[in-house]
T-cell receptor, first 114, second 115 residues
Framework: AQSVTQPDIHITVSEGASLELRCNYS??????LFWYVQSPGQGLQLLLK??????LVQGIKGFEAEFKRSQSSFNLRKPSVHWSDAAEYFCAVKGSGNTGKLIFGQGTTLQVKP | DADVTQTPRNRITKTGKRIMLECSQT?????MYWYRQDPGLGLRLIYY???????NKGEISDGYSVSRQAQAKFSLSLESAIPNQTALYFC??????????????FGPGTRLTVL
């Protein structure tokens, strides 16, 4: 069965430090992968997506993610975190077939220390 | 104006009451989805609709029903609310085109509390 695992439920980093949020997926074919961010009281906003091609994907707000097929991973990174990055982050994979659904990980809450 | 809107944004209700959550979109998308978010569980799919006449159950549809009144409107109903339906509910839309690869656009969410 398809699944997405985000091993870190909660991460705290200092402002200006680098960030890496982990995401592992289980999917038989080439996955379509997404990272969304949910700020407090807000809906989900797409940060970036991977479908094919270059395995290093650039997104909005200075985020990037690297697809590693051998590790079944799609980790999200940012070189220097800003206080406004504090939010919950979700990794998702497109479900198989034509349902169009997304399968989400459990989410990682990012706290940024001043 | 927001592309995907949800009403109400917050709702407190009692066990056994019927409640409807509404979603409207101005993106012109054909596909619409309802998810619920619970702490530690991420988002789980309740129902999805490809168009007005095509509605499908998701992984957790028990206790819920939906109505696609128009391409732009997709409502979620709880016929008899129970406390474990307390959650944050999201509506999402996407466009059925190969190029979009099912990128979904989310509404702001409805926080539902069932007492």
């Amino acid at each position: 069965a398809q699944s997405v695992t985000q091993p870190d439920i909660h991460i705290t980093v200092s402002e200006g430090a680098s960030l890496e949020l982990r995401c592992n997926y289980s999917y038989g074919a080439t996955p379509y992968l997404f990272w969304y961010v949910q700020s407090p009281g807000q809906g989900l906003q797409l940060l970036l997506k991977y479908f094919s091609g270059d395995t290093l994907v650039q997104g909005i707000k200075g985020f990037e993610a690297e697809f590693k097929r051998s590790q079944s991973s799609f980790n999200l990174r940012k070189p220097s975190v800003h206080w406004s990055d504090a939010a919950e982050y979700f990794c998702a994979v497109k479900g198989s077939g034509n349902t169009g659904k997304l399968i989400f990980g459990q989410g990682t809450t990012l706290q940024v220390k001043p | 104006d927001a592309d995907v809107t949800q009403t109400p944004r917050n709702r407190i209700t009692k066990t056994g009451k019927r409640i409807m959550l509404e979603c409207s979109q101005t993106k012109g998308h054909d596909r619409m989805y309802w998810y619920r978010q619970d702490p530690g569980l991420g988002l789980r799919l309740i129902y999805y609709s490809f168009d007005v006449k095509d509605i499908n159950k998701g992984e957790i549809s028990d206790g819920y029903s939906v109505s696609r009144q128009a391409q732009a409107k997709f409502s979620l109903s709880l016929e008899s609310a129970i406390p474990n339906q307390t959650a944050l509910y999201f509506c999402a839309t996407s466009l059925e085109r190969a190029v979009s690869y099912n990128e979904q656009f989310f509404g702001p969410g409805t926080r539902l509390t069932v007492l």
